[in-house]
């Protein structure tokens, strides 16, 4: 399956050919952003669109939610905060990335069965598993940490 690219004497709403069809490619999946705030929204829609659609995206969303609130309880410094946070931050940019791996190995190979696309979303999943354990380990002793000085009083 080829995709033709647009040359740049194509206006930005031309036809793109896929597999062999003319499909209309809309403008947004077409040419660069004009703007820094055009970028940002349509980051913010994948962001939001993923949030809709991905129920795990979801659960560690609420699950950072949960730990949120853990570490207020906690009393947490602010580094530690910085730390959860970034933490939080890596878990979802995992989970988006995952969910991008997954959507274009389901373009390219439609509701065909292939190894390759398989092995494909297999590994960007496993990516995301590396991230929640080693995520999860730091958090323990970040939270054990700040339980043991909270309560040693």
């Known amino acids: 399956m080829t ?9 930005i709403n031309k036809d793109v050919i896929v597999n062999g069809s003319s499909e ?6 077409i040419g660069r952003n004009r703007s820094i705030p055009e970028a940002w929204g349509k980051a913010m ?7 809709k659609t991905e129920r795990i995206f979801r659960l560690h ?3 950072i939610g949960g730990g949120a609130l853990i570490a207020l309880f906690l009393r947490l410094t602010a580094f530690e905060w910085a730390l ?4 939080a931050t890596i878990i979802l940019a995992a989970e988006l990335f995952n969910t991008a791996v997954e959507r274009v190995t389901d373009l390219l190979v439609g509701y065909q069965y292939h190894r390759l ?3 494909s979303k297999d590994i960007s999943a ?3 598993l590396v991230t929640l354990l080693g995520s ?3 958090i323990i002793f970040l939270f054990a940490h700040a339980a043991f000085r909270l309560f040693a009083k």
Request: charged share 10%; proline share 5%.
């Open 3 to 11: 995709v033709a690219q647009p040359t740049q004497n194509q206006a």
């Open 24 to 29: 209309a490619a809309p403008e947004y999946y």
């Open 45 to 51: 829609s994948g962001i939001l669109g993923a949030f």
């Open 61 to 63: 969303f609420s699950l």
């Open 84 to 87: 959860a946070l970034a933490i």
């Open 117 to 119: 696309a398989r092995e």
């Open 126 to 128: 496993g990516a995301v």
């Open 136 to 138: 999860g380990v730091v």
